[in-house]
């Protein structure tokens, strides 16, 4: 078990910013090298939905077409952690988001092995 803690969630007006933190303190650095990282999204009544991920060293990122062009993805392996930045915040965009880690060192948008329990994100219009 990997225990990952989100945080950074709130409430913003459309147009806002927010960036969401991820802490993978389980991990070492050793670890956190061999973990691919990624955030997904679920908003009531709606699957859950991949939004961004980044490869094992930071070097590789894939985004969901929604979120490209106003969302990055980060990670600090030396921190073991990995970050949302969100910018540009649409209603749409209103979710629980969830992190996740995979045992890959490319960016995937299945497979994730590991999840955090989520943190609110309210967009209001």
């Known amino acids: 078990q990997v225990p990952l803690v989100e945080s950074g969630g709130g409430l913003v007006q459309a147009g806002g910013s927010l960036r969401l933190s991820c802490a993978a303190s389980?991990?070492?650095?050793?670890?956190?090298?061999?973990?691919?990282m990624g955030w997904f999204r679920q908003a009531p009544g709606k699957e859950r939905e991949f939004v961004a991920a980044?490869?094992?060293?930071?070097?590789?990122?894939d985004y969901a077409d929604s979120v490209k062009g106003r969302f990055t993805i980060s990670r600090d392996n030396a921190k073991k952690a990995a970050y949302l930045q969100m910018n540009s915040l649409k209603p749409e965009d209103a979710a629980i988001y969830y992190c996740a880690v995979a045992a890959r060192t490319a960016p995937v948008r299945e497979g994730y092995d590991y999840w955090g329990q989520g943190t609110q994100v309210t967009v209001s219009s």
């Open positions: 389980a991990l070492n650095w050793y670890n956190m090298g061999r973990y691919t």
């Open positions: 980044i490869s094992c060293s930071g070097g590789r990122t």
